[in-house]
Nanobody, 111 residues
Framework: VQLVESGGGLVQAGDSLRLSCAAS????????MGWYRQAPGKQRELVAT???????DYADSVKGRFTISRDNAKNTVHLQMNNLKPEDTAVYYC??????WGQGTQVTVSS
């Protein structure tokens, strides 16, 4: 199993970013996928999940700003992040529901 995140960067408050996670080594379309984040000095937290049938769930802190989606043809899951805030600064990780993790991608939002 391999998960490779991309799309992170340094942006200003109010900007947008789109994270991608390319998956391989398992039958992607059957898996619930999730995005998590970990800010400095804080525990890793769930950001969003998407089931194999496309049902989504979000942390309250990102509802209305972030959108998770998946492309089963490309074995990829995305996280569209709009109206970013400094408190969104963290390393963002992709995860399968069988507990495989990517290496993470850094998102830094300046005020």
């Amino acid at each position: 199993v391999q998960l490779v995140e991309s799309g992170g960067g340094l942006v200003q408050a109010g900007d947008s970013l789109r994270l991608s996670c390319a998956a391989s080594g398992f039958i992607f379309r059957f898996m619930t996928m999730g995005w998590y984040r970990q800010a400095p000095g804080k525990q890793r937290e769930l950001v969003a999940t998407i089931t194999s049938t496309g049902n989504t769930d979000y942390a309250d802190s990102v509802k209305g700003r972030f959108t998770i989606s998946r492309d089963n043809a490309k074995n990829t899951v995305h996280l569209q992040m709009n109206n970013l805030k400094p408190e969104d600064t963290a390393v963002y990780y992709c995860r399968t529901n069988s507990d495989y993790w990517g290496q993470g991608t850094q998102v830094t939002v300046s005020s």
